[in-house]
């Protein structure tokens, strides 16, 4: 596990720091717990480890499982912990990387994490450019065809992917979104390798995305990182010029989380064109004739004149 919370000794009588050991093994697991295994982590008797996993279960922070019997994070404790991504100790500094590499590339950033199967925004910056898209923060964004989406399922839980799989042929919302399971497979290889998500105009014709990956203090991938723009502005050849940028931030924004970054510059630098630079491959399995969008939908490359 990644924290440091302290294991019972024999003089800890404190039922909080007992509920808080159990509820941060349950949220460090990679999978549902039993109830004897958690016992047995926390060093605490069954019959305790009972009482307060009831007690945590009865106040949605966990739930179990009606069939196996396991323990896995709760809904509630899933809301608590994005409100503290947004509002923590880190938001200031995270804000101010956000609104620097908005400026530098003229465009919007989004921090972006996985909820419940479904995207949520923690934070975005505005781009302050007379043509920018125009995004609502309870707007429904589809994971399989947006970059912050594809970024956090080619790094996230195979389960969670094998149930995207399972929905296939997924939703086709432009000519160019990747609508079977094949083919969103290799393009969540190709993200794996590559580092970095693109979205090349699969959600909204007219918008292209780029998204980077940010760690937690175990290295885990916990969000992304992305840059939205017109495609009349920026090009999905312009939005890669600017990989480095993200990534620096990223990592920035990864140390805020506790992350273990390598060695950062002082500040975030612009890196110059290239020639070298070759566009990345996606899955060539598409739709044919895609389904308009959700009118509450995100609103594609807006012209809003200062």
């Not at 509002?87 to 972006?112: D, K, Q, T, W």
């Not at 916990?222 to 600017?242: F, N």
């Not at 060539?284 to 594609?300: D, E, F, G, I, V």
């Amino acid at each position: 596990m990644g924290r440091n919370l302290p294991l019972p000794s024999a003089t800890d009588k404190s039922p909080i720091l007992k509920a808080l050991r159990l509820l941060t093994h349950i949220a460090d697991s990679s999978g549902p717990l039993a109830l004897a295994e958690l016992s047995r982590t926390v060093k605490l008797p069954k019959p305790t480890t009972h009482r307060l996993a009831r007690a945590l279960e009865n106040a949605g922070f966990v739930q179990r499982d009606p069939l196996t019997r396991r323990y896995q994070i709760g809904s509630c404790f899933e809301d608590v912990a994005l409100s503290a991504l947004r509002h923590g100790a880190s938001h200031g500094a995270r804000r101010l990387l956000m609104n620097e590499l908005s400026e530098r590339l003229n465009a919007r950033i989004n921090l972006v994490v996985l909820k419940a199967g479904n995207l949520s925004f923690v934070e975005w910056v505005e781009s302050t450019a007379p043509l920018r898209v125009d995004v609502k923060a309870g707007m429904p964004m589809p994971v399989h065809c947006s970059a912050s989406g594809k970024l956090l399922l080619a790094f996230g839980p195979s389960a969670v992917r094998e149930r995207i799989f399972a929905e296939a042929p997924l939703q086709a919302y432009t000519k160019n979104t990747i609508t079977s399971a094949r083919g969103l497979a290799r393009e969540l290889d190709t993200i794996r390798r590559r580092g970095h998500s693109e979205d090349d105009q699969e959600l909204l014709a007219g918008v292209n995305c780029l998204a980077v990956p940010v760690h937690n203090r175990t290295g885990l991938v916990v969000a992304g990182l992305a840059v939205m723009a017109p495609a009349a502005s920026h090009s999905l050849d312009r939005l890669r010029r600017h990989v480095s940028d993200l990534q620096t931030c990223a990592a920035h924004i990864s140390a805020k989380l506790g992350g273990e970054p390598a060695a950062l510059p002082a500040r975030i630098v612009s890196r110059p064109p290239s020639s070298s630079r070759q566009k990345a491959s996606l899955g060539n399995t598409r739709k044919a004739k895609p389904s308009q969008p959700p009118k509450r939908m995100l609103q594609s490359a807006k012209r809003t004149w200062t």
